[in-house]
């Protein structure tokens, strides 16, 4: 079955506007992390949240891992904010990373 | 902040060759790993080394790709004869010991068979 799953899959928002970007994971994975992927492909890390809320500027993410999902919240979108969003997370018992298929998120001016 | 290096950030080969993509992980990291993508899709699982050997590879990781950790700092994905199909960004990735600790990308290779 479907191990991370993201929604939705393409957000398209006028600059200053919030977002929330969900991934639901399935009982087989644990410790999440968010990643953007900018233009160039780069990944960056945002979160690694197992669990919790955590906050870094115009962003945070909360995960609750009993009910099996996270959130990442972004607030007063830029147009530097656009790229895909990538949630994954650990697959128990390896020590492998297993992605969702992202969220493309494009922030007009 | 520590970063994971890799070089070169974008390569250009014909069908056939051989290429050498190269990390630098993080210094005091202990497991390494490469990821791919394919253009438009999601990140996909390679392989995974730890203590000089493979942990764990995934059906893509077939006989044509082999990893090498060469010295204390380097850490290579070589595929010994590239396909069309091999075409795609390769981004290395590295942790701590722990489970409790995120994982950190590099800034990936583009890979380009023509």
């Known amino acids: 079955g479907i191990q991370v799953e993201q929604s939705p899959p393409d957000l398209i928002l006028q600059e200053g506007a919030n977002s929330t970007l969900r991934c639901n994971f399935s009982?087989?994975?644990?410790?999440l992390q968010w990643f953007h992927q900018n233009p160039w492909g780069q990944l960056i890390n945002l979160f690694y949240?197992?669990?919790g809320t955590k906050q870094n500027g115009r962003l945070s993410a909360t995960t609750v891992a009993t009910e099996r999902y996270s959130l990442l919240y972004i607030s007063s979108s830029q147009t530097t904010d656009s790229g895909v969003y990538f949630c994954?997370?650990?697959?128990?018992?390896?020590?492998?990373?297993?992605f969702g298929q992202g969220t493309r998120l494009t922030i007009n001016p | 902040e520590p970063e994971v290096t890799q070089t070169p950030s974008h390569q250009v080969t014909q069908m056939g060759q051989e290429v050498i993509l190269r990390c630098v992980p993080i210094?005091?990291?202990?497991?390494f790993y490469w990821y791919r993508q394919i253009l438009g899709q999601k990140v996909e699982f390679l392989v995974s080394?730890?203590?000089?050997?493979?942990?764990?590879k995934s059906e893509i990781f077939d006989d044509q790709f082999s990893v090498e950790r060469p010295d204390g700092s380097n850490f290579t994905l070589k595929i010994r004869s590239t396909k069309l199909e091999d075409s795609a960004m390769y981004f290395c990735?590295?942790?701590?010991?722990?489970?409790?600790?995120?994982?950190?990308f590099g800034s990936g290779t583009r890979l380009t068979v023509v």
């Open positions: 990735a590295s942790r701590e010991q722990g489970i409790s600790i995120g994982y950190t």
């Open positions: 009982d087989s994975v644990n410790n």
């Open positions: 949240i197992p669990s």
């Open positions: 994954a997370g650990i697959i128990q018992g390896a020590q492998k990373l297993v």
């Open positions: 210094s005091n990291h202990l497991y």
């Open positions: 080394f730890y203590n000089n050997e493979i942990s764990e």
